[in-house]
T-cell receptor, first 117, second 113 residues
Framework: AQTVTQSQPEMSVQEAETVTLSCTYD???????LFWYKQPPSRQMILVIR??????QNATENRFSVNFQKAAKSFSLKISDSQLGDAAMYFC??????????????FGQGTRLTINP | NAGVTQTPKFQVLKTGQSMTLQCAQD?????MYWYRQDPGMGLRLIYY???????DKGEVPNGYNVSRLNKREFSLRLESAAPSQTSVYFC????????????FGSGTRLTVV
């Protein structure tokens, strides 16, 4: 079974600085999707960025980018020019499939990001 | 607004009581999911329904039952609530097996005393 590990329970960064959140995963599959979700205090789950494993190019969405290291099974999220609105819980997730082909998301433990003004 | 609607948003139960969490989506999605979120453990899958008429166990199914009432609705039942089931519960849906655009409900905070 696939597992996702986020080893940083909490991180903090100064406003306008850059922060990197770590994520590692374990899988025997060669093609898969990875995601980063943001959960602000409202509890809403917001998709931040996704990465397809067969694509070597790292995904980028405005100030958010990933460093995808397939061989190392590492998928870190970099937030540039941090803003107060970036404060949230961030979850790394892996899309897996069961034996019938139904998909499901496997989540990491989460990293709580604090932005200091 | 289109999306995933969960009811109730908050609930307090006594140990041994039963209740059903409701989830409905109006996006014609095929697959629906129930997750629980606990501090330090992320979101863990309880049950899922890949399509109408099917349900399967996830990572933490013990103490729960589900019903895929129709394509829109997927309910989660606690038959005899225990303090260990105190958590925030999320329902989610996706169009189908080849999509990745999960839509999540706003969650239900359940406390079992």
């Amino acid at each position: 079974a696939q597992t996702v590990t986020q080893s940083q329970p909490e991180m903090s960064v100064q406003e306008a600085e850059t922060v990197t959140l770590s994520c590692t995963y374990d899988t025997s599959e060669s093609d898969y999707y990875l995601f980063w979700y943001k959960q602000p205090p409202s509890r809403q789950m917001i998709l931040v960025i996704r990465q397809e494993a067969y694509k070597q190019q790292n995904a980028t969405e405005n100030r958010f980018s990933v460093n995808f290291q397939k061989a190392a099974k590492s998928f870190s999220l970099k937030i540039s020019d941090s803003q107060l609105g970036d404060a949230a819980m961030y979850f790394c997730a892996y899309r897996s499939f069961d034996f019938q082909g139904a998909q499901k998301l496997v989540f990491g433990q989460g990293t709580r990001l604090t932005i200091n003004p | 607004n289109a999306g995933v609607t969960q009811t109730p948003k908050f609930q307090v139960l006594k140990t041994g009581q039963s209740m059903t969490l409701q989830c409905a989506q109006d996006m014609n999605h095929n697959s629906m999911y129930w997750y629980r979120q606990d501090p330090g453990m992320g979101l863990r899958l309880i049950y899922y329904s890949a399509s109408e008429g099917t349900t399967d166990k996830g990572e933490v199914p013990n103490g729960y039952n589900v019903s895929r009432l129709n394509k829109r609705e997927f309910s989660l039942r606690l038959e005899s609530a225990a303090p260990s089931q105190t958590s925030v519960y999320f329902c989610a849906s996706i169009p189908g097996a080849f999509n990745y655009g999960y839509t999540f409900g706003s969650g239900t905070r359940l406390t079992v005393v």
